[in-house]
C-alpha cells in the first residue's frame, strides 16, 4: 500500500511484476499493463527502504506476490488476485481499526496520491502521465469523484 502511494500510485498488478530490471539510476521504470503505457518515476526513499525489506535474492520479484513456482499467465494472474484478496481484507481491518470513513483497499493508494497532487497544485497533466493515464480525461474523472467526497465531507460540517 506504502509504496503504490509513494510510486505514482502504482496499482497491485503492476508492482507484483516488478524485478531489479524496473530499477535503474533512481528511477523506477515499468509498463503499465492496463494501457502499455511506459511510467518513468524518481524512487521515493521510503520505496527503496520497502523494495529492501521485501526483496529476496532467490526470486526474481521485488515484492513477495509472485515467484519462480508460478509459471504460467493463468497462474501469476489468480496468484495476484488471490493475493490482493488477502491484502484488502487486512487493509479493510485496518480501516476499520482507524475509523477511517471509506473502506481501505490497494486501490486507495492510488486514488489517495492522485488527490494529494492535486491538492499540492500539481497540474492534471503531470498527474495523468505519471498514474499511466491514457487522457488527462481520465484523469481528471478520477479527480473529480475525488473532489465529490471532499465536497460533500466538508457540506456536512455546515450545520
Known amino acids: ?33 492496463k494501457t502499455g503505457k511506459v511510467i518513468i518515476l524518481p524512487i521515493h526513499p521510503k520505496a527503496i527502504e520497502l523494495v529492501k525489506k521485501y526483496y529476496r535474492d532467490d526470486e526474481p520479484y521485488l515484492f513477495p506476490i509472485l515467484s519462480n513456482f508460478f509459471g504460467t499467465d493463468q497462474q ?19 480501516g476499520i481499526e482507524l475509523n477511517l470513513p471509506i473502506v481501505l483497499t490497494t486501490y486507495v493508494a492510488r486514488h489517495t496520491y492522485a488527490s494529494v497532487l492535486k491538492k499540492e497544485g500539481v497540474p492534471i497533466s503531470v498527474i495523468s502521465e505519471s498514474m499511466g493515464h491514457a487522457t488527462e480525461k481520465i484523469t481528471q474523472t478520477y479527480l473529480e469523484r475525488l473532489d465529490y467526497s471532499q465536497l460533500k465531507s466538508a457540506m456536512e460540517k455546515l450545520i
Open 76 to 94: 501469476k494472474t489468480d496468484r495476484i488476485h488471490r493475493v490482493m484478496g488477502r491484502v484488502n481484507k487486512k487493509l479493510k481491518i485496518i
Open 1 to 33: 500500500f506504502i509504496f503504490s502511494y509513494l510510486m505514482g500510485g502504482i496499482n497491485f498488478v503492476d508492482m507484483s511484476y516488478l524485478t531489479l530490471s524496473n530499477l535503474e539510476d533512481g528511477k523506477l521504470i515499468y509498463t503499465r499493463r
